[in-house]
């Protein structure tokens, strides 16, 4: 398996293995005037042996390493290792050190599966690395040395892995700011890891980027604009630079170039790409409507978070179509000049931390029974719903519903499943007329699955759902200890927030509620 470093930006020239007799030297530290120079193989640094270059870029040497001496199995960490080395001498900026200092306070304080796990680090005056996990797989890039054009239907799985890869960053109060195809590993079961957090900012630590070095920082051609005025820790940073990977999968072009200067980078603070239709035929407007999304000048224009970004991907059928997805051109000089006005005038000012931006914009999942359910019921479901909604301006509603498979074959044999769905998609659609969609988006789901809690949670899961709500059990408390209800499952199992709404009115004494004879149902 190619390993996470293994495109370099340069030739991997191995150094010969030391001479017999001859013990394995650790290179010169930085600071004294000579080169860094790579490790040859049988090295010992820190009690770890090293082994095969892997990687030789511009910004470090990433080596294969294994414990020197053997270790007891709960001593060892059970999984591969890999050896970062910056590149540190006289000749290099200060960004080298700074990024290196930047990645040792933020890699040990993240966790999940799309990050690798931090083991060790060296001291910095003496010879500074980081050891972690060695994460198999193809970074981004592998799909861009492709010949042709990637399938649709691919560009959105990408999209939506790494999508959701920035969404746990930033639900651990940190933002990657150099998400770039070499900095995005996708692994065989299409999970995406994010490597390389020299240039991140995490909300928790101090940024030393902001501090010692008073200039914007990263890869130009998958810089944001805020970040080109010194804005670190916006979570829509990490948005534009997919939303430029996806450009650049889709049309094989970078939208803004790959600028060298400072003016044209600034460029993409009022500058419209040119629309992905326009480059290739066959990209469907919900995909163009995407892109363009992720890649606006101003933050607020974008999608405010990363999960809702994966959520339209892997829902392309129920993504609002605006003149951005339908445009062939780029925008008139009016538009551009329009653009250039605002640019002008903008004010970035800092950001809320990440997790308080999710928080206030988050998908909300409602869970709607298909059968067995009373007017009663749906009404407070909507009521609950509608609270929710008004004070999370711009959240995103998921109506669900489960059916089971077997629900096809006990209908009339002229109805198709395609049009069970349609029948049930209907219903929710119907359901959800009374609600004020103002600043929402709003989509409907029929999921099929015999276990209608597991399938819930395993949606809210799938689509980093927010909040749920859902019907309270009708059972008596001495049933629900008894029988693991729906709800109950769901409430326990979710990684989210549960409300579980239940109705106190009958049906016919609703009307009331217009004559202030009766209280709103409470959840």
Not at 27 to 52: Q, R, S
Not at 110 to 121: D, E, N, S, Y
Not at 449 to 458: E, F
Not at 463 to 471: A, E, H, K, M
Request: net charge neutral; proline share 9%.
């Amino acid at each position: 398996m190619p390993s996470a470093w293994s495109k370099a930006d340069e030739p991997a020239d191995p150094a010969p293995p030391p001479g017999p007799g001859r013990a394995p030297q650790i290179p010169e530290a930085p600071g004294n005037g000579t080169a860094m120079k790579k490790l040859a193989p049988g090295t010992e640094v820190d009690g770890f042996l090293v082994h095969d270059c892997i990687h030789a870029g511009g910004m470090a040497h990433i080596y294969t390493v294994t414990y020197a001496q053997p270790r007891s199995p709960g001593s060892s960490p059970g999984f591969p290792m890999v050896m970062k080395i910056p590149r540190m001498t006289t000749g290099d900026g200060a960004e080298n050190i700074v990024s290196f200092e930047m990645e040792l306070q933020i890699l040990p304080a993240l966790h999940g599966p799309h990050v690798p796990r931090f083991v060790a680090a060296g001291d910095l005056l003496r010879l500074p690395y980081l050891v972690m996990e060695h994460m198999p797989g193809h970074t981004l890039q592998h799909w861009l040395d492709q010949p042709g054009a990637q399938p649709i239907a691919t560009i959105a799985q990408l999209g939506a892995a790494m999508a959701q890869a920035a969404h746990s960053l930033h639900q651990q109060n940190c933002c990657h700011l150099d998400l770039k195809p070499g900095n995005v590993l996708i692994q065989d079961d299409g999970n995406a890891v994010l490597l390389d957090f020299g240039l991140s900012c995490h909300a928790h630590y101090p940024d030393l980027l902001a501090e010692e070095l008073r200039k914007a920082v990263g890869s130009p051609a998958w810089m944001a604009p805020e970040q080109i005025v010194g804005v670190r820790g916006d979570l829509r940073s990490d948005i534009f630079a997919i939303g430029v990977m996806l450009y650049e999968l889709t049309t094989r072009e970078l939208p803004f170039g790959n600028p060298s200067t400072d003016g044209g980078l600034r460029q993409r603070m009022w500058m419209a790409p040119t629309p992905p239709r326009a480059l290739r035929a066959d990209v469907p407007d919900w995909l163009q409507e995407i892109i363009l999304r992720c890649l606006e000048p101003e933050a607020a224009n974008r999608y405010a978070t990363a999960a809702e970004l994966a959520f339209d991907l892997a829902n392309p059928g129920q993504v609002p179509i605006t003149r951005r997805g339908l445009r062939l051109r780029g925008l008139p000089l009016w538009g551009q000049l329009r653009r250039w006005i605002r640019a002008a005038g903008m004010e970035y000012r800092p950001s809320p931390l990440p997790t308080q931006q999710i928080s206030e914009v988050p998908i909300l999942m409602v869970a709607l029974p298909h059968k067995d359910v009373s007017d009663a019921t749906l009404y407070s479901l909507r009521q609950a719903v509608a609270r929710s909604l008004s004070t999370r301006p711009g959240a995103r509603l998921a109506v669900v519903t489960v059916i089971s498979p077997s629900a096809s074959s006990s209908t009339d044999s002229r109805r198709s499943e395609t049009q069970l769905h349609r029948t049930h998609l209907a219903q929710l659609k119907q359901w959800a007329q009374g609600l004020d969609s103002a600043g929402h988006g709003i989509s409907f789901h029929v999921l099929e699955a015999s276990d209608v809690a597991q399938a819930l949670v395993r949606y809210a899961e799938g689509n980093s759902v927010g909040l749920i709500i859902l019907g309270a059990a009708t059972h008596g408390l001495h049933m629900q200890r008894l029988i693991a209800t729906v709800p109950m499952r769901v409430a326990r199992d979710a990684p989210c927030t549960v409300i579980l709404v239940k109705q106190q009115l009958p049906f016919e004494a609703l009307g009331q509620l217009h004559t202030g004879h009766a209280s709103t149902p409470t959840t």
